[in-house]
């Protein structure tokens, strides 16, 4: 594979949880049934009835104990493949199958796997019971009949593109945002239409709508509100992306464009989820930190739009060199053949910063803290850049 040549990442098989012989379904199929969708595996867990899986189906209790335990063995499944390409974020907690399950875990203690390692994690975890609560709400088939509604879909990449011609200088994608869990509360008197407006009135390009709630104090109704409210600015939904249902949602809220985490989603989800996106017009910002990530997104095909985070999603630490560090090698040299727009997120607060990222090779910035507190958010564009960028 083509981005393979960027890092020399030793290979590592996906690891067996158990010693027996145990039935799991294809990674391939995992894209399009999603652990949460128990009838998705009752034929199997009826069926499947060979030495080391499930008990064979007896009652309707014995099938829904046994579809419960073919779900968990999925998840595990999930998480062995994501931990082969180096996803360290497990996808929902580990706890064990039903008591009576019998089998190599049946003395694992029922809180083992049951903490979230970092921040990341217990987001993930928050963001994947929320979205299997929205599914039941509002099925994937209302959210398609939602779209016939949507409000067309805006150019996201060519906005940013115009802006780096137009002005020299990076596309600024402000970001709408009331809180972070890093930093607390960024502003207090935040009405997201009149920040919204305050950052194309500065000359933003693009605005990212924080749409977490738990975590960040946002909303979809945020997002619908500013692209109801007639800014012009294409919009990117700023959120932790679990299931390609949130897709769907977002664009039904007026998104143009999402966020993909490659810390989060492995390989296959991202190109599934790139697909869907280019079918309701969305463009996919695929966010990097490290490496290795940038190594796995460029060996995906279709991306023209990648992020690199220098804040760790894990500990929080922010490092601008990070930029300049992914971007000066092979993968740089990858990305610049390609014609792909890289974007710099997290740590920016000064002109130097900016103009560090820009040599770096980033056509575009994700900046929300350093403006967002200013009293008016479309001067602190200004302060930003050192010039006034209309």
């Given amino acids: 594979m083509e981005g393979l040549i960027c890092s020399k990442v030793p290979f590592q098989a996906v ?3 158990s010693s027996r012989p145990r039935s799991l379904i294809p990674p391939t199929q995992l894209i399009v049934r999603k652990r949460n969708s128990l009838s998705a595996f009752s034929v199997r867990a009826q069926m499947e009835s060979k030495e080391g899986s499930a008990t064979v189906a007896t009652s309707s209790e014995s099938v829904a104990d046994a579809l419960k335990i073919k779900e ?3 998840a595990m499944f999930q998480d062995e493949v994501a931990a082969s390409q180096g996803i360290r974020i497990r996808r ?20 083992e796997g049951n903490t979230p390692r970092n921040i990341l994690e217990e987001i993930v975890w928050n963001k994947d019971v929320e979205v299997t609560q929205l599914k039941e709400r ?5 959210l398609k009949k939602e779209l016939e509604n949507a409000p ?15 002005t020299g200088l990076p596309g600024l994608i402000a970001e709408v945002k009331k809180a972070s869990p890093s930093r607390g509360i960024l502003r207090e008197d935040f009405d997201p239409v009149e920040v919204a407006r305050s950052y194309e009135k500065g000359g933003a390009a693009c605005l990212s709508v924080l749409t977490d709630e738990k ?3 946002g909303s979809f109704e945020n997002l619908e509100a500013i692209r109801n409210a007639g800014v012009k600015c294409p919009l990117l939904c700023k959120e ?42 969305l463009t996919a910002l695929v966010e990097v930190h490290d490496e290795r990530e940038f190594d796995r997104v460029l060996g995906i095909d279709g991306i023209k739009l990648i992020g690199i985070n220098n804040r760790n999603l894990e500990t929080f630490k922010v490092d601008i060199s990070n930029t300049k560090k992914l971007l000066e090698g092979e993968c740089g040299r990858i990305v ?3 014609g792909i727009i890289m974007v710099g997120e997290s740590g920016l607060f000064t002109p130097d910063d900016i103009a560090y990222v820009q040599e770096a090779g980033v056509k575009a910035v994700l900046v929300g803290e350093s403006i967002v507190k200013q009293s008016d958010p479309g001067k602190g564009i200004s302060n930003l850049f050192g010039k006034d960028l209309n």
């Avoid at 509002?138 to 209302?142: A, D, I, M, S, T």
């Avoid at 007026?254 to 296959?268: C, K, Q």
Wanted: aromatic share 12%; net charge positive; with cysteine.
């Fill in 240 to 281: 932790f992306i679990v299931d390609a249902w949130q897709l769907y949602y977002a664009r039904t809220k007026g998104a143009d464009a999402v966020l993909l985490i490659a810390g989060v989603l492995p390989d296959l989800d991202i190109k599934y989820m790139i697909k869907i996106c280019k079918m309701l017009g």
């Fill in 336 to 338: 610049r053949e390609r």
């Fill in 72 to 74: 968990w063995e999925v």
């Fill in 152 to 166: 067309p879909a805006r150019d996201f990449l060519g906005a940013l593109r115009a802006a780096n011609e137009r």
């Fill in 15 to 17: 690891p067996s949880i």
């Fill in 215 to 217: 975590y960040f104090k």
């Fill in 138 to 142: 509002k099925p994937l088939g209302k």
């Fill in 92 to 111: 929902r907690p580990q706890t064990g199958p039903p008591l009576h399950y019998v089998g190599p875990f049946e003395f694992r203690l029922q809180n």
